[in-house]
C-alpha cells in the first residue's frame, strides 16, 4: 500500500501541479470539529472535515464525500446545496449530515495556474467520441483515484470509519466523480447520489463493476451538461458527447442486476415554479437504482445556491430538498 500511495503521491505531481510539501496533519479530531486538513505529500489540495457533535469518540462513523463542480472548491461543495448560498444555513447538506450522525468530507479538485482556485476532477472520458471531464484535470490525466485513496488512508488515521458506510454526492463534475469513484472503489462505496452529472467513466470504456447503490438527480432543462447523450455544452463547449441520464442510469441498473423494468412515480409538486419531478425505480436490484427526473430542472442543487442566472444555468427547483431526499437514501443503504 505505501508503495502504491508513493507511486500515486509522484504521479500527481506530474500531472496538475501537485507535489510533496512540507505540512502539519490534523491530530486529536473530536465531536463538532470543523477543520481544513491538509492531505499528507500532495500540495495545494486540502480537505475540509466536519465531525458530528453527537459522536462518543468510539462508534465508527459513517462518511459522506461532497465533491464540488469543476471550476469550484471545496468551499463551493458546500455553498451550492445551501439556499442563497449561505454555509451558516441549518438547510444545508453539512448541518443535515451531521446532525444524522455522518462524517462529512470536502476534497479538493485539481487548479491551474494561474487559477488555482478553479479546481477540477479528472471523471474519465476522452477516448473515441466521449468528451474529457473536465478540462484540465481530465486532459492532465490526474490521478484523483490515488489523491482520494490518500484522503481516506488519512481519514481512517484521524477517525474510525464505519467501512460499510462510506457515500458520495456531488455536482457537475462532482457528481461525474462520484460515479468514478464508485467504479473504482465500489469495494469501498456503499452508494452515490450525484447531481447533474453522470458516469462519463463507464460510458467511455471504464471498468465498472457494479455493486453500489445510486440514486441520481438531473434536470431536464441542464444547459451544462444536458439531460440526454448529447455534444459537450456548458463552459467550454466541445462536439464529443456527454452521457445522458437514463442512458448513465441504466447501466447501473444492469450492472445491479436490476430488471429491465422500472417504476415511475410523482414527487409532490407544492410549488409553482415551473419544476416537478419524477421518481424512477428499478426492480428486483441487488444494489438500489434511482434516477430523479426534475422536469424543468438545471444544472442546480435542488432547493440550493443557483449561484448564476436562471439563463446560464437553468431553474432550481423549490419543490423538493435534495439534500434530505440524498440523506434518506444514504441512510438505507449498508455495504
Not at 450522525?101 to 482556485?117: A, I, Q
Not at 456548458?234 to 452521457?243: E, F, N, Q, S, Y
Not at 426534475?294 to 446560464?312: A, C, F, M, R, V
Request: negative net charge.
Amino acid at each position: 500500500m505505501r508503495r502504491h500511495i508513493s507511486a500515486a503521491i509522484l504521479v500527481l505531481s506530474m500531472a496538475g501541479g501537485c507535489g510533496f510539501a512540507p505540512y502539519s496533519r490534523c491530530e486529536n479530531v473530536a465531536a463538532g470539529d470543523s477543520l481544513s486538513c491538509p492531505t499528507p505529500g500532495v500540495s495545494d489540495r486540502a480537505f475540509d472535515l466536519v465531525v458530528p457533535t453527537s459522536w462518543d469518540g468510539q462508534t465508527p462513523l459513517p462518511l459522506i464525500y461532497a465533491f464540488h463542480g469543476g471550476g469550484g472548491r471545496r468551499s463551493a461543495a458546500e455553498s451550492l446545496t445551501c439556499p442563497d448560498g449561505d454555509t451558516s444555513d441549518p438547510a444545508c447538506l453539512a448541518a443535515k449530515a451531521i446532525d444524522r450522525g455522518y462524517v462529512l468530507v470536502r476534497p479538493d479538485g485539481t487548479g491551474s495556474r494561474p487559477f488555482r482556485n478553479l479546481r477540477t476532477w479528472n471523471a474519465g472520458g476522452g477516448r473515441g467520441e466521449w468528451s474529457c471531464v473536465s478540462a484540465g484535470a481530465c486532459r492532465a490525466h490526474v490521478d484523483d483515484m490515488a489523491y482520494l485513496d490518500i484522503v481516506h488512508e488519512e481519514l481512517n488515521r484521524l477517525l474510525p470509519i464505519d467501512p460499510d458506510r462510506v457515500f458520495a454526492t456531488g455536482i457537475s463534475n462532482g457528481g461525474a466523480i462520484s460515479h468514478r469513484l464508485a467504479c473504482e472503489r465500489s469495494e469501498r462505496m456503499a452508494a452515490i447520489a450525484p447531481v447533474a452529472g453522470e458516469n462519463q467513466f463507464a460510458a467511455a470504456g471504464g471498468a465498472c463493476p457494479g455493486g453500489v447503490a445510486l440514486l441520481q438527480l438531473h434536470g431536464t432543462e441542464d444547459p451544462i451538461w444536458e439531460y440526454e447523450t448529447s455534444t459537450a455544452g456548458g463552459v467550454i463547449p466541445d462536439d464529443k458527447l456527454k452521457v445522458g441520464a437514463e442512458e448513465s442510469t441504466a447501466a447501473w441498473a444492469q450492472r445491479n442486476g436490476c430488471d429491465a423494468t422500472f417504476t415511475e412515480s410523482a414527487l409532490p409538486d407544492p410549488i409553482d415554479d415551473g419544476t416537478s419531478a419524477f421518481r424512477i425505480r428499478y426492480e428486483n436490484c441487488s444494489s438500489p437504482v434511482e434516477l430523479i427526473r426534475i422536469e424543468g430542472g438545471g444544472h442546480t442543487w435542488p432547493q440550493g445556491d443557483p449561484y448564476l442566472s436562471t439563463s446560464k444555468v437553468g431553474r432550481v427547483s423549490q419543490d423538493f430538498d435534495g439534500d434530505d431526499l440524498i440523506l434518506d437514501f444514504f441512510d438505507a443503504q449498508s455495504r
